[in-house]
């Protein structure tokens, strides 16, 4: 079975991921517990999609 994720699909996920980690980062920075949460969330979301990406890529 071929899968419908592509290596094109991972490099977006990863500079996704990076961006989050940037916001999270200025966040912590500012000291805005608010936004932290907000962007620990969101990486949360990215992080569970990813995993799909690659166990789909792996099978």
């Known amino acids: ?6 290596i094109e699909d991972v490099q977006v996920t990863s500079e996704l991921l990076k961006a989050l980690l940037r916001r999270l980062d200025h966040a912590v920075r500012a ?23 690659i166990t789909s890529m792996r099978s």
């Open 31 to 53: 000291h805005d517990l608010g936004e932290a949460q907000r962007a620990l969330q969101a990486i949360e979301d990215r992080s569970v999609e990813t995993q799909h990406i």
């Open 1 to 6: 079975m071929r899968s419908a994720y592509t």
